[in-house]
């Protein structure tokens, strides 16, 4: 008789983020996680109340990570200025606490456009970023807020080229900060 370890919540959030960045969100139900995991459904009810609740919790370990370590990574560079390219760095970088690499987030980009309630998690995500990036800009004197949003938007843009084309993106995020800081 062979015991199998039993598979926790975070084991079923994992597959959750593995699935959708390669199947995207038609994988995330009971069924194809199950047969994904070798295991049977009444393991993933153990741990989730539904399938949607199951999507609220892989969004929040989402949103949590995606938000949280970055004032950490910045805290302790010196300057404003040293700040805001480090933030570059980690942009392009774009390493998740928990999901490590896993390009998950232009596949929640995609599930966004048709879910609505993905989109208001990812909307919220989106916010607070371009607020931290005006912040750090604020700090070093552009005060123009079309600045934050483009940096921002030239990661997303960047997040879902490497998602494709797997190439690196801090050379060119370091030249755009580069070329901000310029402004000044």
Same mark, same amino acid.
């Given at each position: 008789m062979s015991t199998r370890a039993r598979l926790t919540r975070t084991d079923? $959030? =994992?597959a959750g983020f593995h699935a959708l960045a390669e199947a995207g969100p038609v994988a995330l139900k009971a069924e194809p996680m /199950? @047969? @994904?995991l070798g295991t049977t459904k009444g393991s993933f009810y153990w741990h989730f109340a539904d399938v949607p609740d199951f999507h609220r919790q892989? $969004? /929040?370990l989402w949103a949590e990570g995606a938000l949280g370590h970055i004032p950490a990574l910045l805290a302790d560079q010196p300057t404003p200025v040293a @700040? =805001? @390219?480090r933030l570059g760095q980690v942009v392009a #970088?774009? #390493?998740h606490p928990v999901l490590g690499d896993l390009a998950v987030e232009p596949a929640i980009r995609a599930w966004a456009r048709g879910d609505d309630k993905v989109a208001q998690v990812l909307? #919220? !995500?989106d916010a607070a970023r371009i607020d931290h990036i005006q912040q750090l800009l604020t %700090? !070093? %004197?552009i005060t123009n807020p079309e600045m934050a949003r483009i940096i921002y938007a030239a990661h997303v843009g960047m997040q879902d080229l490497a998602a494709r084309d797997g190439r690196d993106n801090a050379g060119p995020m370091g030249s755009l900060v580069d070329l901000v800081l310029a402004l000044r």
């Amino acid at each position: 008789m062979s015991t199998r370890a039993r598979l926790t919540r975070t084991d079923w $959030l =994992l597959a959750g983020f593995h699935a959708l960045a390669e199947a995207g969100p038609v994988a995330l139900k009971a069924e194809p996680m /199950a @047969r @994904r995991l070798g295991t049977t459904k009444g393991s993933f009810y153990w741990h989730f109340a539904d399938v949607p609740d199951f999507h609220r919790q892989m $969004l /929040a370990l989402w949103a949590e990570g995606a938000l949280g370590h970055i004032p950490a990574l910045l805290a302790d560079q010196p300057t404003p200025v040293a @700040r =805001l @390219r480090r933030l570059g760095q980690v942009v392009a #970088g774009d #390493g998740h606490p928990v999901l490590g690499d896993l390009a998950v987030e232009p596949a929640i980009r995609a599930w966004a456009r048709g879910d609505d309630k993905v989109a208001q998690v990812l909307s #919220g !995500v989106d916010a607070a970023r371009i607020d931290h990036i005006q912040q750090l800009l604020t %700090e !070093v %004197e552009i005060t123009n807020p079309e600045m934050a949003r483009i940096i921002y938007a030239a990661h997303v843009g960047m997040q879902d080229l490497a998602a494709r084309d797997g190439r690196d993106n801090a050379g060119p995020m370091g030249s755009l900060v580069d070329l901000v800081l310029a402004l000044r």
